[in-house]
């Protein structure tokens, strides 16, 4: 559903949208049969002429069962929503990929801007063959990053939208967490906590690109000392 408003443009962006259709329909389900049940004793028990009104104290058996049977039932639908929102949270919060398997990025966030740390070539962070920049992330399609998440100031939070990745940066903590885009495009990066009087013009973006421009760009971007180093 969400994706016919917002790409899903990562791995996980499915089982997040998959978890909010499922609460949605769960919850739309019973929103719809209250109201059904709300306006019929409305209109069947409304005043009328020469009725005297009943005193319900709801002790009895027959009238317990309008509220036991769906609390059960509501139950059961927690049970998926739990069961569902616990699977994505471990997969996505608390499985993280290997170091061998990922590239490393710091994100910075501070007022009122993100600052982004790629690794170089080496593959490693705080290395002289680190690339910075200033409200532009770039990445490569299909492949996987783990970022630490750090703030210089104040409370912010690293939201991607398209990739349904929304995390607080809290002062004093670096928080990792880890993505993989699965198609190429241009992008919004956003801070999705007030932070601020500049809080609204605190926008990035993030660039996926294919492996090949990808390489290109951090050949062209890596630190002149590092190309002289390297030239033979």
Not at 103 to 114: E, L
Not at 154 to 160: C, D, G, Q, R, Y
Not at 179 to 207: K, L, S
Not at 212 to 230: Q, Y
Request: contains cysteine; negative net charge; hydrophobic residues 45%.
């Amino acid at each position: 559903m969400l994706e016919h408003y917002l790409p899903a443009a990562s791995t996980y962006a499915s089982d997040i949208d998959g978890l909010v259709n499922l609460i949605f329909w769960i919850v739309g389900v019973w929103f719809v049969l209250c109201q059904v049940v709300f306006f019929y004793f409305i209109i069947k028990f409304r005043r009328k002429p020469g009725v005297k009104a009943q005193y319900i104290t709801g002790e009895e058996k027959e009238q317990k069962r309008w509220i036991s049977i769906p609390h059960a039932l509501v139950l059961i639908c927690d049970v998926f929503i739990v069961y569902g929102a616990v699977t994505v949270w471990v997969d996505i919060k608390q499985t993280l990929p290997e170091p061998e398997e990922s590239t490393p990025v710091r994100v910075i966030g501070q007022q009122w801007a993100w600052t982004f740390v790629h690794a170089g070539p080496d593959g490693l962070l705080d290395t002289p063959d680190d690339i910075e920049t200033v409200d532009e992330l770039r990445i490569q399609v299909n492949h996987k990053y783990r970022y630490q998440l750090e703030s210089e100031d104040v409370l912010h939070n690293f939201s991607i939208p398209v990739f349904r990745l929304k995390q607080d940066a809290i002062p004093g903590r670096v928080i990792e967490g880890w993505f993989e885009a699965t198609q190429t495009g241009t992008f919004d990066v956003q801070c999705a906590e007030i932070c601020g009087i500049g809080h609204g013009i605190m926008a990035a973006r993030i660039v996926i690109e294919p492996a090949a421009d990808h390489a290109a760009w951090m050949s062209e971007n890596a630190p002149r000392t590092v190309l002289a180093a390297t030239t033979p």
